[in-house]
């Protein structure tokens, strides 16, 4: 099973994709964001990235979380080389950039999204240059860390659009409201798209939404769209242990159906602003200052 599994993956990442000509004004920034660890933000942020990929669209993957490699591990990948490397080491953007199944391109933070703050005018201004980079990518997925860090708040707001990940357990929709009612109090964003995760079925995921929606609208009077929802489903356990994404190994399973729908939600709805990309980079700087 492990052979099989291993080529699975050694496939996905072989597969040849048209090459698409990408407006850079339509790039859409999404930040993928929970209000407490271990209700698999990381895991939705891959499958989702991959099975976006899989539908012909160029995906960036920038994995934001503080210096954990989530994503790196989920696929079973090294990279050679960090956002580290770029800030003191010389390399440039593509230069770190990882390529995941259907040619996700990932990017590691790693140890040098510690040093944001800390950058000069000449490094920041570098970096904004290389950043330019990403302008080539139709989705821009962020992983931010879990919680309301000032590190996470600042990718959060920088983001154009915001993907809060919860489960139905009181603790992560607690938390989730935290971390809402700073954006509502800042006014960072006038809502943000929910995702049920780890759910017994759909009737839980909708009444987990559902309170959560309801409190944001009556003490914060802040917008909450629930976009879909992921059953609890051993498919998912069983890639996590395997470093695999469910969604090429298992991809008609429930949990993959679901992050398809999910995908095909993204895919109907209304593009970024134009300069979505030059717009997240430059707010992001102003956070981190």
């Given at each position: 099973m492990r052979d099989?599994?291993?080529?699975?993956?050694?496939?996905?990442?072989?597969?040849?994709r048209?090459?698409?000509?990408v407006?850079p004004?339509?790039?859409?920034?999404?930040?993928?964001?929970?209000?407490?660890?271990?209700?698999?933000?990381?895991?939705?942020?891959v499958n989702?990235?991959?099975?976006?990929?899989?539908?012909?669209?160029?995906v960036?993957?920038?994995?934001?979380?503080?210096g954990?490699?989530?994503v790196?591990?989920?696929?079973?990948?090294?990279?050679?080389?960090?956002?580290?490397d770029?800030l003191?080491?010389g390399?440039?953007?593509?230069d770190?950039?990882?390529?995941?199944?259907?040619?996700?391109q990932?990017?590691?933070?790693?140890a040098?999204?510690?040093e944001l703050?800390?950058?000069?005018?000449?490094q920041?201004?570098?970096?904004?240059?290389?950043?330019?980079?990403?302008?080539?990518?139709?989705?821009?997925?962020?992983?931010?860390g879990a919680?309301?860090?000032?590190?996470?708040?600042?990718?959060?707001?920088?983001?154009?659009?915001?993907?809060?990940?919860?489960?139905?357990?009181?603790?992560?929709?607690?938390?989730?409201y935290?971390?809402?009612?700073?954006?509502?109090?800042?006014?960072?964003?006038?809502?943000?798209?929910?995702?049920?995760?780890?759910?017994t079925?759909?009737?839980?995921?909708?009444?987990?939404?559902?309170k959560?929606?309801?409190?944001?609208?009556?003490?914060?009077?802040?917008?909450?769209?629930?976009?879909?929802?992921?059953?609890?489903?051993?498919?998912?356990?069983?890639?996590?242990k395997n470093?695999?994404?469910?969604?090429?190994?298992?991809?008609?399973?429930?949990?993959?159906?679901?992050?398809?729908?999910?995908?095909?939600?993204?895919?109907?709805g209304?593009?970024?602003?134009?300069g979505?990309?030059d717009?997240?980079?430059?707010?992001?700087?102003?956070?981190?200052?």
């Amino acid at each position: 099973m492990r052979d099989q599994a291993y080529k699975l993956r050694s496939l996905a990442h072989r597969v040849i994709r048209p090459r698409v000509q990408v407006d850079p004004a339509v790039t859409r920034v999404i930040a993928v964001t929970s209000g407490k660890g271990g209700v698999g933000k990381t895991n939705l942020s891959v499958n989702l990235g991959i099975t976006l990929a899989r539908m012909g669209k160029r995906v960036f993957l920038f994995d934001a979380d503080l210096g954990l490699a989530n994503v790196e591990v989920l696929l079973g990948l090294t990279p050679a080389y960090t956002l580290y490397d770029v800030l003191y080491r010389g390399k440039r953007l593509e230069d770190i950039v990882v390529s995941g199944p259907f040619d996700l391109q990932i990017i590691p933070g790693g140890a040098g999204m510690q040093e944001l703050a800390n950058l000069d005018s000449s490094q920041r201004a570098r970096l904004i240059d290389m950043l330019s980079y990403l302008r080539t990518a139709e989705f821009l997925l962020i992983d931010t860390g879990a919680g309301i860090s000032r590190s996470v708040l600042g990718f959060v707001a920088a983001a154009q659009e915001v993907f809060l990940v919860v489960t139905p357990e009181p603790t992560s929709l607690t938390d989730a409201y935290s971390l809402i009612k700073i954006l509502a109090r800042h006014k960072v964003h006038d809502e943000i798209s929910l995702i049920v995760n780890r759910a017994t079925g759909e009737h839980e995921a909708t009444e987990a939404a559902a309170k959560l929606q309801l409190v944001c609208r009556k003490f914060l009077k802040f917008t909450v769209r629930h976009i879909g929802s992921i059953v609890e489903d051993q498919v998912v356990v069983r890639a996590v242990k395997n470093q695999e994404p469910f969604v090429v190994t298992e991809p008609n399973s429930p949990a993959a159906r679901e992050v398809q729908n999910i995908a095909r939600y993204l895919l109907s709805g209304t593009l970024s602003p134009p300069g979505a990309v030059d717009s997240f980079i430059s707010r992001l700087f102003r956070l981190f200052r």
